[in-house]
Nanobody
Framework: QIQLAESGGGLVQAGGSLRLSCAAS????????MGWFRQAPGKEREFVAA???????TYADSVKGRSTISRDNAKNMVYLQMNSLKPEDTAVYYC??????????????????????WGQGTQVTVSS
């Protein structure tokens, strides 16, 4: 089992930046693809960014160029750096781990991997 806990959310003005963190406990996620999803009020949960167990990454078009996902396997941490934030980025952001290990990403799919583990989320609010 992998337990995930997000932090780093908060209230920020449009154009500002945040770095979200995801701390894993239980077993290591070294072999898991990892990612971030978000859910805005009244909207479905959507994919934001993913990073493979080898370090490759992909992003949703809505955040591409403004966000960077990274991981530190030695610390069991995943990060999402978000810059140039917009009010439409307001959502609860969830960290997720692939349900299997050593898999690849489906770069053309809406969700590049199948999440098997979820954090409880951290709120990001971007004011105009």
């Amino acid at each position: 089992q992998i337990q995930l806990a997000e932090s780093g959310g908060g209230l920020v003005q449009a154009g500002g930046s945040l770095r979200l963190s995801c701390a894993a406990s239980g077993r290591t996620f070294t072999g898991n693809n990892m990612g971030w999803f978000r859910q805005a009020p009244g909207k479905e949960r959507e994919f934001v960014a993913a990073i493979t167990w080898t370090g490759g990454n992909t992003y949703a078009d809505s955040v591409k160029g403004r966000s960077t996902i990274s991981r530190d396997n030695a610390k069991n941490m995943v990060y999402l750096q978000m810059n140039s934030l917009k009010p439409e980025d307001t959502a609860v952001y969830y960290c997720a781990a692939d349900q299997s290990r050593y898999g690849g990403l489906d770069y053309g799919a809406k969700d590049p991997f199948n999440p098997g583990y979820w954090g409880q989320g951290t709120q990001v609010t971007v004011s105009s």
